[in-house]
Nanobody
Framework: QVQLVESGGGLVQAGGSLRLSCVAS????????MGWFRQAPGKEREFVAG????????QYADSVKGRFTISREYGKNTVYLQMNSLKPEDTAVYYC?????????????????WGQGTQVTVSS
C-alpha cells in the first residue's frame, strides 16, 4: 500500500506560481513512477505531468509544457509540481498518483494509488 498526501494548492492570480507537493508513505517510493493529474469542474480527469522511477524520464501535457516542472526527492519521499505562468484554465483539483511500473504512464488506469487532491484556483 502507498498513501499519498498532496499540499500546496490555493488561490493565485493569473501569471503567478504555485508549487504542489505530494508525500508518499508505505512501500518503496523509488519503485514507483509518479504522476500529476487534474480535474476541472464538468471535465474528465486529465494527465498533467509524470516522472519515472529513475527520474530520467518526464512527460508533460502539451497544455503545460514550458510552464510546469515535475521533480522528485527520494530522501523526502516527495514529488513536486512547480507551476509557473498560471492561467485561469489551470483551475482544477490536482491529484498525485503512483504507478509501480517503468517509464511514465499517461493513462490514469495505469496508476494504482491516488491522493485526495488539492484545489488550485487561478483568477483572471
Amino acid at each position: 500500500q502507498v498513501q499519498l498526501v498532496e499540499s500546496g494548492g490555493g488561490l493565485v492570480q493569473a501569471g503567478g506560481s504555485l508549487r504542489l507537493s505530494c508525500v508518499a508513505s508505505g512501500r518503496a517510493f523509488s519503485s514507483y513512477a509518479m504522476g500529476w493529474f487534474r480535474q476541472a469542474p464538468g471535465k474528465e480527469r486529465e494527465f498533467v505531468a509524470g516522472i519515472s522511477q529513475s527520474v530520467i524520464n518526464t512527460q508533460y501535457a502539451d497544455s503545460v509544457k514550458g510552464r510546469f516542472t515535475i521533480s522528485r526527492e527520494y530522501g523526502k519521499n516527495t514529488v513536486y509540481l512547480q507551476m509557473n505562468s498560471l492561467k485561469p484554465e489551470d483551475t482544477a483539483v490536482y491529484y498525485c498518483a503512483a504507478a509501480h511500473t517503468m517509464g511514465v504512464p499517461l493513462l490514469e488506469g495505469a496508476y494504482e494509488y491516488w491522493g485526495q487532491g488539492t484545489q488550485v484556483t487561478v483568477s483572471s
